[in-house]
T-cell receptor, first 113, second 112 residues
Framework: AQTVTQSQPEMSVQEAETVTLSCTYD???????LFWYKQPPSRQMILVIR??????QNATENRFSVNFQKAAKSFSLKISDSQLGDTAMYFC??????????FGQGTRLTINP | DSGVTQTPKHLITATGQRVTLRCSPR?????VYWYQQSLDQGLQFLIQ???????AKGNILERFSAQQFPDLHSELNLSSLELGDSALYFC???????????FGPGTRLLVL
C-alpha cells in the first residue's frame, strides 16, 4: 500500500526565517507525482507545489521549494522568508496513475511575528 | 480561486436525514474526486468519477453515494446521517484521471 508520513505534527518559527517540513512516502511505483497542499484556518485546500517523479530538478514556486530525493523516498518543503500568511496546516500528498491522492497526516506550521 | 465550486458552503441537519452536496469542476476537467476531512484529521478519499463513470472507490460508506452528470458536475448523497458524519467534504477535479487535483472550498456538514 502507498503511504505518506509527515513526522512533524507541529512546527513554529519566527517571521522571515526559513523552515523545512519533512515528508517521506512508500511506493513501488516509478512514475508518480508529489504535492504539497496548504490548508489555512479558512480550511481551503491550496496547492503549493508539485513534483513529477521523472524530473530530477527540484520544483520551485517563489519562496517555496522542494528537496526531492527519489531513492530515499523523501520530499521536503522549504519555505524561505516565512510570512504570517504562511501559517497553516501543510499536507504532503502522493498520486500515481489514475488514482486517488494519498495524504500524510499534516504538519501544523505557525509563523510568529 | 481554484475554479472548483461547491454548494452549499454550510449544512446543518439532524441524524437520520439525507443531504446532497454539489460540485462543479474546473472548466475542461473530466475527473471529480470526493474527500472527507473530519475534525483535526487528514483527508480520506471517498470516490472518483471520470467523464461520468465511476473510476475508483475509497472508504465510502454504503449510506453514501455519488454520481457525475453529463455536464460533468457531481453530487454526493449522504443518507441516514449519523453524528460521526459531521465533517468537511471536499470536491477536487483534474484534467484527466491523474495528475494535479484542484480543490473546491468544501462543504461543512454538521449533524445534530
Amino acid at each position: 500500500a502507498q503511504t505518506v508520513t509527515q513526522s512533524q505534527p507541529e512546527m513554529s518559527v519566527q517571521e522571515a526565517e526559513t523552515v523545512t517540513l519533512s515528508c517521506t512516502y512508500d511506493t513501488s511505483e516509478n512514475n508518480y507525482y508529489l504535492f504539497w497542499y496548504k490548508q489555512p484556518p479558512s480550511r481551503q485546500m491550496i496547492l503549493v507545489i508539485r513534483q513529477e517523479a521523472y524530473k530530477q530538478q527540484n520544483a520551485t514556486e517563489n519562496r517555496f521549494s522542494v528537496n526531492f530525493q527519489k531513492a530515499a523516498k523523501s520530499f521536503s518543503l522549504k519555505i524561505s522568508d516565512s510570512q504570517l500568511g504562511d501559517t497553516a496546516m501543510y499536507f504532503c500528498a502522493f498520486i500515481w496513475g489514475a488514482q486517488k491522492l494519498v495524504f500524510g497526516q499534516g504538519t501544523r506550521l505557525t509563523i510568529n511575528p | 480561486d481554484s475554479g472548483v465550486t461547491q454548494t452549499p458552503k454550510h449544512l446543518i441537519t439532524a441524524t437520520g436525514q439525507r443531504v446532497t452536496l454539489r460540485c462543479s469542476p474546473r472548466s475542461g476537467d473530466l475527473s471529480v474526486y470526493w474527500y472527507q476531512q473530519s475534525l483535526d484529521q487528514g483527508l480520506q478519499f471517498l470516490i472518483q468519477y471520470y467523464n461520468g463513470e465511476e473510476r475508483a472507490k475509497g472508504n465510502i460508506l454504503e449510506r453514501f453515494s455519488a454520481q457525475q452528470f453529463p455536464d460533468l458536475h457531481s453530487e454526493l448523497n449522504l443518507s441516514s446521517l449519523e453524528l460521526g458524519d459531521s465533517a468537511l467534504y471536499f470536491c477536487a477535479s483534474s484534467r484527466d484521471g491523474g495528475g494535479t487535483q484542484y480543490f473546491g472550498p468544501g462543504t461543512r456538514l454538521l449533524v445534530l
